[in-house]
């Protein structure tokens, strides 16, 4: 079936360095991806999207890759920082589906100091 | 302009009791979605509306949910009667348009069935 999933469940990284944290995707059908992030006590906030007829799109210190061939979406953070501790959350809505998110399990970035 | 906002943040009741979980959307939001975390598993769909039309359900797990949204605006899911299952954490999203629109989640509430 569709599923959305992180190859990592946690990451752990020193203040300063780069992450990068991965997702796998199955539905080729898919056209938008988003990558949230959801700290403790709050719910996920949007972070960067990407669109299938991209492979790769900036951000304010982050980028997502998606590599279609292989279904494979990814997102790194450059120069980590503790308010980046979080989980991160993968997501693709699937073409002419309304909308609705199909999420990952969830990745739990820790930024060491 | 006010995020989302959920209501209550957390409830803790026992099985067989039954809870309603409110949402405010984001004011001009048409679309309302509906998701739930279960512990150590993904966040997953439950329904959306478009305004006060149910647009999918097809998450719904079963008949003992009930969602409505009278008048577009804010929305309720009650869950009658509450199974230990039903745990979790119940997010909500709102979007202006459909899909392909930054949907704009809440901070949840936080359900425990004893």
């Known amino acids: 079936g569709e599923s959305v999933g992180l190859h990592l469940p946690t990451l752990s990284v020193q203040e300063g360095d780069n992450s990068i944290i991965n997702c796998a995707y199955s539905?080729?059908?898919?056209?938008?991806f988003i990558w949230y992030k959801q700290e403790s006590g709050k719910g996920p906030q949007f972070i960067i999207d990407i669109r299938s007829n991209m492979d790769k799109r900036q951000g304010q210190r982050v980028t997502v890759l998606l590599n279609k061939t292989v279904k494979h979406l990814s997102l790194q953070i450059a120069a980590t920082q503790p308010g980046d501790s979080a989980v991160y959350f993968c997501?693709?809505?699937?073409?002419?589906?309304?909308?609705?998110?199909?999420f990952g399990q969830g990745t739990e970035l820790s930024v060491k100091p | 302009e006010a995020g989302v906002t959920q209501f209550p943040s957390h409830s803790v009741i026992e099985k067989g009791q039954t809870v309603t979980l409110r949402c405010d959307p984001i004011?001009?939001?048409?679309?309302l979605y509906w998701y739930r975390r279960v512990m150590g598993k993904e966040i997953k769909f439950l329904l959306h509306?478009?305004?006060?039309?149910?647009?999918?359900e097809s998450g719904m797990p079963n008949n003992r949910f009930l969602a409505e949204r009278t008048g577009g605006t804010y929305s309720t899911l009650k869950v009658q009667p509450a199974e230990l299952e039903d745990s979790g954490v119940y997010f909500c999203?709102?979007?202006?348009?459909?899909?392909?629109?930054?949907?704009?989640f809440g901070p949840g509430t936080r359900l425990t069935v004893l």
């Open positions: 004011s001009g939001h048409d679309n």
């Open positions: 539905n080729s059908a898919s056209d938008y």
């Open positions: 999203a709102s979007s202006r348009s459909g899909a392909g629109d930054t949907q704009y």
């Open positions: 509306f478009v305004k006060e039309s149910k647009q999918d």
């Open positions: 997501a693709e809505i699937p073409y002419n589906q309304g909308g609705k998110l199909i």
